[in-house]
């Protein structure tokens, strides 16, 4: 039996310039259009957007971010975080046994 692949997720920071009359929108509802962008977030603090990626590899979100979003006019910076293990996702802990939730207290 072949094994399911793991997907990669990456958090990648972005700098931008806002555009003028539509500040940071413009830029972020064109990012937010990629399939591979899963969510897309506008910060505050060093960088502007905070954008979730999902792919196939490491490569594939590399190759995404260099000639996809790091292209788009506007855009200042990027730096890419990959995920590399789950210890709680959604309020649940991972491979913790049971259901993982932590009581209320």
Same mark, same amino acid.
């Given at each position: 039996? =072949? @094994? =399911? !692949? &793991? =997907? /990669?997720?990456a958090v990648i920071e972005m700098k931008i310039t806002p555009a003028k009359g539509t500040g940071f929108a413009k830029i972020a509802q064109r990012v937010a259009r990629f399939p591979e962008v899963e969510a897309c977030f506008l910060m505050s603090g060093a960088y502007d957007l905070l954008v979730f990626v999902g792919g196939d590899s490491l490569? &594939? /979100?590399a190759?995404? /971010?260099s000639a996809e979003l790091s292209t788009i006019d506007g855009v200042l910076s990027t730096a890419t975080h990959f995920m590399l293990k789950t210890y !709680?996702? =959604? #309020?649940?802990l991972a491979e913790f046994g049971g &259901? #993982? @939730?932590?009581p209320v207290v």
């Amino acid at each position: 039996m =072949k @094994r =399911k !692949k &793991d =997907k /990669v997720t990456a958090v990648i920071e972005m700098k931008i310039t806002p555009a003028k009359g539509t500040g940071f929108a413009k830029i972020a509802q064109r990012v937010a259009r990629f399939p591979e962008v899963e969510a897309c977030f506008l910060m505050s603090g060093a960088y502007d957007l905070l954008v979730f990626v999902g792919g196939d590899s490491l490569q &594939d /979100v590399a190759h995404f /971010v260099s000639a996809e979003l790091s292209t788009i006019d506007g855009v200042l910076s990027t730096a890419t975080h990959f995920m590399l293990k789950t210890y !709680k996702s =959604k #309020g649940i802990l991972a491979e913790f046994g049971g &259901d #993982g @939730r932590l009581p209320v207290v």
